[in-house]
Structure formats: C-alpha cells, structure tokens
C-alpha cells in the first residue's frame, strides 16, 4: 500500500465499498440498488484468492474473460 494509502481513505479520496451487486455506468459504478452511485475514476475490483476466475464470472462477454484470463499481471483494461 502506498504510504498515505489509511490518510487518503480517513480523508475520502479513497472509497472503500463491498458490495454484492455493481454495475459500471457512465459517472463510475452503481451498487446495488441505482439510487447509490458512485461517482470514480478508476475501479479496483478485489476479489480476493483464485482472483482471475473469480473476476472472468462476474463478466458474461467472452471477449473480457479471453482479456482477462491472458493477462500475465492480472490487469485487465475493461474501457
């Protein structure tokens, strides 16, 4: 983690949310219900051990399991 990684978070530049339902839209991600949006940047999407497959199931496209299975670092651009 980067060294003012807790600063950014206590300061709200940082956004940690979990949820079990998100969409991308156009300002960033909707959880859950579309009443709570969050407007983003950038979306890190963690999902913990087996990552890989687990982030292919959340996408239906074949197209973005292909993307993200063939990436060696485990990033996958999804714009």
């Given at each position: 983690?980067?060294?003012?990684?807790?600063?950014r978070?206590?300061?709200?530049?940082?956004?940690?949310?979990?949820?079990?339902?998100?969409?991308?839209?156009?300002?960033?991600l909707?959880?859950?219900s579309?009443?709570?949006?969050v407007?983003?940047?950038?979306?890190?999407?963690?999902t913990?051990?087996?990552?890989?497959h687990?982030?292919?199931?959340?996408?239906?496209?074949?197209?973005?399991?292909?993307?993200?299975?063939?990436?060696?670092?485990?990033?996958a651009?999804?714009?």
């Open positions: 983690l980067p060294d003012d990684f807790h600063k978070v206590e300061e709200g530049s940082i956004i940690l949310e979990q949820s079990t339902e998100w969409l991308f839209c156009e300002a960033g909707t959880l859950g579309e009443d709570s949006q407007n983003a940047d950038i979306v890190i999407i963690a913990g051990c087996n990552g890989d687990r982030l292919m199931s959340l996408f239906k496209s074949p197209a973005i399991q292909k993307l993200i299975l063939s990436s060696s670092s485990g990033e651009p999804l714009y």
